[in-house]
């Protein structure tokens, strides 16, 4: 797959960005895309969505999608975001996702569908009986940025492929259609400190929020004496003292782990780190690290609860922050239809 776009694409700059509300937030959500969200709000036409559609591929609980859409929300908020600056919505609350999804289907082709490399890790030896929708997943992923006409996505690692898959998607259209760059081919931002930060029990495998184990995690709203006992048991290895240099880190995925939380945490880099600690002990450096982790998120862990405690607010942001994203895409669905050549009285 290869893009063919030739000429600049001329309209503004805009970023989108989401967040599925399955389990809750945790450090490496945090540091490796909410900070960075925050950060770009600051000079960006930003848009910040809980992914609900999304979720529904996995078959929560009904019963507390909503109340979960609020906590990512919640999350949102406490982290930094500004709904004066940026948009803070729902997914489904913007009818064009669900719309633009099955237009682009019909651009979509099963080979480069068949090649999404998180379909088959998530539905594994079963993908026949796995849903549509999560096959589907990364084409609903594609209509969430090209409703906006975003040009601009922070990803991480593991969603790279998927934008390159929008990229392919929006290139297609266009082409199809003969309307040269009327979607944008949407560029990654993934560079920063803390861009993956691991589990705790195990530096090989990203931390996730749905990890049996809830010691492989720093959640967003666990308490002091969570982060300090979480930090105490994470996992190292027999291998000595901390290392002196970066080279020192081969092979210890582990305390790779730990120094590169601490630096994304002091806004240093793995270097700085291990030049203050290298030599010493797990029994310095961990409570160092409980101790850094505290001071950062405790004020999160605090606003956050507080947003949780006034669901009134969080729903006016939601609702809206999902007026201020429809109005966006309105006009955009509109250029859509007509390009596509639907009837219309």
């Known amino acids: ?90 997914q489904s609350s913007v009818p064009a996702h669900t719309e633009l999804t099955w237009y682009l289907n019909c651009v979509s082709r099963m080979g480069w569908m068949e090649r999404m490399t998180q379909f088959k890790d998530k539905a594994g030896k079963d993908a026949q009986r796995a849903s549509v929708g999560l096959f589907d997943y990364p084409v609903l992923m594609a209509a969430d940025i090209l409703a906006y006409k975003a040009t601009h996505v922070p990803v991480g690692d593991d969603q790279k492929q998927h934008l390159e898959l929008t990229r392919d998607i929006a290139d297609k259209f266009n082409r199809d259609f003969d309307t040269p760059n009327f979607f944008p081919l949407p560029e990654p931002l993934i560079k920063g400190p803390g861009a993956r930060i691991m589990s705790l029990k195990d530096g090989t495998k990203k931390m996730s929020k749905s990890d049996p184990s809830d010691l492989s995690r720093i959640n967003l709203i666990d308490d002091a004496d969570a982060i300090v006992k979480k930090f105490k048991k994470a996992k190292t290895d027999v291998l000595g003292d901390m290392p002196e240099t970066e080279a020192g880190l081969k092979d210890r995925p582990e305390v790779d782990n730990l120094v590169g939380i601490y630096a994304a945490l002091a806004g240093t880099d793995k270097q700085a780190v291990l030049t203050e600690y290298g030599g010493k002990g797990f029994g310095t450096f961990k409570p160092a690290l409980a101790d850094l982790a505290v001071a950062h998120l405790s004020p999160i862990t605090t606003r956050m609860r507080n947003y949780l405690d006034d669901r009134g607010e969080i729903d006016r942001v939601l609702k809206d922050g999902a007026a201020r994203a429809d109005t966006i895409a309105r006009p955009i669905m509109d250029d859509v239809r007509k390009i596509i050549g639907f009837w219309r009285s």
């Open 1 to 90: 797959m290869t893009d063919h776009q030739t000429q600049p694409y001329a309209g503004p700059e805009r970023v989108f960005s989401g967040v599925q509300p399955t389990g809750a937030l945790h450090l490496g959500n945090y540091l490796g895309a909410l900070k960075k969200f925050v950060a770009l709000q600051e000079d960006h036409e930003c848009l910040y969505c809980v992914v609900d559609l999304h979720a529904i591929t996995v078959n929560p609980d009904p019963a507390t999608l909503a109340q979960q859409t609020r906590e990512i929300a919640a999350a949102y908020l406490a982290c930094g975001l500004d709904p004066e600056k940026s948009i803070v919505f729902a």
